[in-house]
């Protein structure tokens, strides 16, 4: 039984704090007179969740009846009008709530932002700008917070300081000299320094006039100041009474001395209450209530592992705890987050198996926290993270976020293809109608070459655009131009005014920005505001656009360009939260949520330094002498507020620890608290006991995903009927034939091209092409002797080929002084090469018919160059970019090109070429390096090297003649091609991994 005098409690750790304190409420009301007694009682609570789930424990233990519940309100949400009617009656206190209304974070954010561009306009970008008014305000909520004046700012940086903080106390002006200012303008004042003013004024009011029927603050360690005022009143009042949660009353003295100077300590915040209250911890009594800890050893146990530092040596005479205190906890070292996710998932979904058993999650990692809600889904279980999402990662932000950055850029290809394609997008249409002309639009004129800026860019590409790129031929290419006419007309107004040089007030992109989103989000059945603003996260950004249409009214103009980041900015201060969880026993939980909170089985996951607990973060204004120096707290104190948390749902009855080795592949380190657990455990000689059945778990998860049997999958060998075998390649393909026979199934059998990159710069290939026009229109123009300015004339026919692209500054640094390199050896090399070679023909066409069992089998080439030599032979040139067959590779026939080449040469198969022997073959590589060129000839008895590629041609032609002759891939992985763009849709790396590579 508690001290019938007693005014401040405790509930230990382990206890289900809601549970325990709800019942000792009703044995309480029932000794005072009955159930009705019960609503004469207030409650004041750290948060509304907290009164919520109180009322849900009030409703447990009545059995479901029907009973009048105590008022219960959260500590930082008095209800101030009712608190000014109340003022009224006490003398001296009339209008002491006459308070100005508190500020919106969005308005008092944009006022800032307007403070810094005015103090800083010219060094500044509005975002910039915005974020830096968002930790101005983080700072004015701290100051507010701990109730320190402004006052103490000026002397904070003495002459001998480096000058970077003197400029720091310079632009802090703003909210020394400035922001009052502007607060008088507004008629408000920040929401930290109003909610301090309410809590002084209901600790006045009581203080005077004490209520009628008890008070009880339950849940709160006082670490916000006021709050802290508060409960010193509410412990002085005739009935009222605290009730701290986890008070350790087993810490020995000195260790209690310790955690109350050491601000990572889980005690410290309720050591400083305590002081302030001036009460002993030995005054501090049990909650008069039934319930026990789950496992007192073990909540003993995690306390010793949280000593203070100063104190740690007691741990070298551990003797005081077994194996029973580990009972209902376990550890799960898991090698990766998606494990980690992957291991709690399953957890949760055990817990379903017992019924009316619950489950939650708690953490402070919202990836872990979506992760575990993804993996869930697998069995059909939807669940709500309660710490919520930013509202720029939700469906709807990220659809306002894809507006504006695609008219900033002005339909640029890959903005206006993640526009298109967010599920919000509808153009008016039925929504599969429209994802099928966005994806016809792509494969059309997004895929490839990028089109010219904005929608009249992609209109000209449209009707200039090959019939072939369009899934209906002309038909095809009337609906997208329609389609693209219809979202030019839906955007004019936003795009245009992007596009425009006027600089215009936020309020007047956000209006023309949300009448295209509006717009564009319409579909054939449903308007565009129906579809954009329902559910939770449509909801909040109708909230957040409403609010930032009139609170931006008077922040300066902005360039378009500034516009998106500008409303990113904004966006990032607001979160998401469900407003109720979708499932009756599971629940996923921050750190702020979950406390109070209780459940069958408690995992606490992400328990990595720097996540739990939490970096010390940087204060971007303040070093840490300054900090103390001024009256705000060290970072340490959330860390000690995180222990706490810890601490509190370490109690559970059932517990499960979990962590990730390594996130997003970097290793990660244990959290602190892991750690001092283990050395605990080791000196009672206990270690790993508590991780006894994660390596179970972990089995369990991998064999989620475990396929009942594993088959190595086989080379694919297709055999397509000879009357779908081509009968027709270049020479170039012969060579992927041999190399890859399965490329040319793909592209000649099945007729599939690789998808281009989307709006693809010019690569590689592109460069190479270039060169060829160049050189060819050089040699075509010049076929006898070379003009005394050749290099200047080369040098305007390579601008000519690569056009437009000169533009371009990577053109332009990187590939044109290649070209030029090129054009001076090539000038050179040729001025020699002419005094006894002559061309005779350049990008000249050839065939070359073959008789194969299954018919007539046509060869074609296109020689780069053709030269006469002064025997009357013919010396074939193939121009390289890139790198050249090696001398091996041609011998053995796996690079056929200028053998056949020379054996249609000395047919007569070119075009305006006479048959003529081959006396030379060569490559000219024209890398645009050290040295830019160089010819590489072909060595070898070249008559026999065209006829070994003859008649491997022939066999290769006899050989897929053969129905039974499959197209494999890479049947000699030795000589496979070096990249192909089929080997995915031959699933290489499957077979090839399991062992399925084919036999020669």
């Known amino acids: 039984m508690a001290h019938p005098t007693a005014k401040v409690f405790t509930i230990p750790a382990g206890v289900p704090f809601v549970d325990a304190l709800a019942t000792g409420i009703l044995a309480r009301a029932e000794a005072e007179g009955g159930p009705l007694t019960l609503a004469q009682y207030s409650i004041l609570l750290p948060t509304r969740r907290a009164c919520r789930t109180l009322r849900e424990a009030f409703l447990r233990l009545s059995g479901g009846a029907p009973q009048l519940l105590p008022r219960m309100s959260p500590l930082g949400d008095i209800d101030a009008d009712e608190l000014s009617l109340s003022l009224e009656e006490i003398p001296g206190l009339a209008g002491a709530l006459d308070l100005p209304p508190a500020l919106s974070s969005l308005r008092r954010q944009l006022l800032l932002g307007r403070a810094i561009l005015a103090k800083d306009g010219k060094g500044i970008t509005a975002d910039q700008a915005a974020r830096l008014a968002a930790e101005l305000a983080r700072l004015l909520d701290q100051v507010h917070t701990e109730g320190v004046p402004f006052d103490g700012l000026t002397n904070l940086v003495p002459e001998e300081y480096a000058q970077h903080w003197q400029i720091t106390l310079e632009f802090l002006k703003i909210l020394t000299e400035i922001w009052p200012t502007i607060l008088d303008l507004e008629g408000a004042i920040d929401a930290a320094q109003r909610r301090n003013l309410v809590l002084k004024a209901q600790a006045d009011a009581w203080r005077a006039n004490p209520p009628a029927g008890p008070v009880i603050a339950a849940g709160s360690t006082g670490t916000i100041p006021a709050t802290a005022d508060l409960l010193e009143v509410i412990a002085n009042l005739p009935q009222g009474c605290i009730v701290l949660p986890g008070l350790d009353q087993e810490m020995d003295d000195e260790s209690w001395t310790a955690a109350s100077i050491d601000d990572g300590h889980p005690q ?46 007691a741990w070298r005479a551990l003797d005081s705890f077994d194996e029973t205190a580990l009972g209902g906890i376990t550890r799960i070292d898991c090698p990766t987050s998606q494990e980690e996710a992957a291991v709690i998932a399953l957890m949760m979904r055990q817990a379903l198996e017992i019924p009316g058993r619950t489950a939650a999650l708690i953490t402070p990692d919202r990836n872990l926290a979506r992760r575990v809600a993804t993996a869930l889904e697998r069995w059909d279980i939807a669940v709500d993270d309660s710490g919520g999402r930013p509202l720029a990662d939700t469906a709807v932000g990220a659809y306002l976020r894809l507006t504006a950055e695609c008219a900033v850029e002005n339909a640029d290809p890959l903005r206006l293809l993640a526009l298109l394609k967010h599920p919000l997008a509808g153009g008016r249409l039925e929504l599969i109608k429209f994802r099928n002309r966005a994806r016809h639009l792509e494969r059309a004129v997004l895929r490839g070459p990028r089109p010219a800026p904005g929608f009249r860019g992609l209109l000209t590409a449209l009707k200039e655009a090959d019939e072939r790129r369009f899934d209906f031929g002309e038909e095809g290419r009337v609906k997208l131009i329609q389609f693209v006419e219809k979202l030019q007309n839906r955007a004019a107004d936003f795009f245009d005014a992007m596009s425009g040089p006027n600089a215009l007030q936020p ?58 980041a500008f409303l990113e900015a904004l966006m990032a201060s607001t979160v998401v939260r469900p407003r109720y969880g979708r499932h009756p026993r599971l629940s996923i939980l921050g750190l702020l949520e979950a406390r109070l909170q209780h459940a069958d089985v408690m995992i606490l996951g992400g328990l990595n330094e720097g996540t739990w607990p939490p970096d010390a973060a940087a ?21 000690g507020v995180a222990a706490h948390d810890f601490v509190q749902a370490a109690g559970g009855a059932s517990v499960v620890l979990t962590r990730a080795e390594r996130v997003d592949g970097t290793p990660t380190v244990p959290s602190r608290w892991l750690l001092r657990l283990d050395t605990v455990l080791r000196g009672l000689n206990l270690h790993g006991l508590i991780d006894a059945e994660a390596e179970q778990w972990l089995s369990w998860v991998e064999q989620l995903d475990r396929p009942e049997e594993v088959r190595p999958v086989q080379a694919p060998e297709p055999r397509p009927p000879l009357a779908a075998r081509p009968r027709t390649l270049s020479v170039t393909e012969i060579e ?55 290099l200047e004339k080369l040098t305007h026919f390579g601008q000519d080929a690569f056009g437009k692209l000169l533009s371009q500054p990577e053109v332009w640094a990187f590939w044109w002084p290649r070209f030029e390199r090129v054009a001076a050896w090539f000038v050179q090399f040729e001025t020699e090469r002419r005094r006894t070679i002559r061309p005779l023909a350049t990008e000249v066409k050839g065939r070359l018919v073959l008789e194969g069992p299954a018919g007539p089998f046509t060869l074609r080439a296109k020689a780069d160059r053709i030269d006469k030599l002064p025997d ?68 070898g008895d070249l008559t026999v090297l065209a006829e070994q590629a003859r008649s491997g041609l022939i066999d290769l032609i006899r050989t897929f003649d053969d129905p039974a002759t499959p197209y494999r891939s890479r049947p000699r992985p030795d000589w496979a091609p070096r990249y192909t763009d089929y080997g995915h849709l031959a699933r290489v790396q499957e077979w090839s991994a399991g062992g399925g590579e084919p036999v020669e």
């Open 619 to 639: 204060d971007p204004w303040l070093s840490r002498p300054m900090r103390k120096a001024f009256g705000l707290p060290v970072p340490e104190r959330q860390v």
């Open 872 to 939: 009357g032979g013919l010396a074939i040139i193939d121009y390289k970019t890139g790198t050249p067959p090696s001398s091996t590779e041609v011998a053995l026939g796996f690079a056929p090109q200028l053998p056949l080449e020379a054996v249609m040469a000395a047919t007569g198969g070119f075009e305006s070429v006479d048959a003529s022997p081959v006396g030379a073959m060569a490559f000219w590589k024209l890398s645009g390096g050290d040295p830019a060129g160089s010819e590489i000839p072909v060595k």
């Open 507 to 564: 309020a007047d992109w956000l209006r023309l920005h949300i009448a295209f989103a509006e717009s564009l989000a319409a579909t054939d059945d449903l308007s565009g505001p129906e579809r954009l603003w329902r559910h939770e996260d449509g909801e909040a950004a109708a909230t957040f656009v409403n609010e930032m249409m009139q609170a931006a009214g008077d922040f300066p103009p902005i360039s378009a360009s500034q516009y998106p």
């Open 736 to 790: 992927t034939w041999m190399r890859d026979p399965y490329a040319i199934y793909a592209r000649r059998v099945l007729r599939l091209d690789a998808l281009e990159p989307i709006a693809a710069d010019p690569g590689a290939a592109e460069r190479g092409q270039f060169i060829h026009q160049a050189l060819d229109t050089f040699v075509k123009a010049y076929p006898d002797a070379l003009p005394a300015d050749a």
């Open 268 to 313: 410290h915040g309720l050591a400083s209450l305590l002081t302030k209250l001036k009460l002993p911890r030995a005054e501090v009594q049990p909650w008069d209530c039934p319930l026990e800890p789950a496992n007192p050893a073990r909540t003993s146990l995690i306390a010793e592992a949280m000593r203070p530092a100063a104190t740690t040596e």
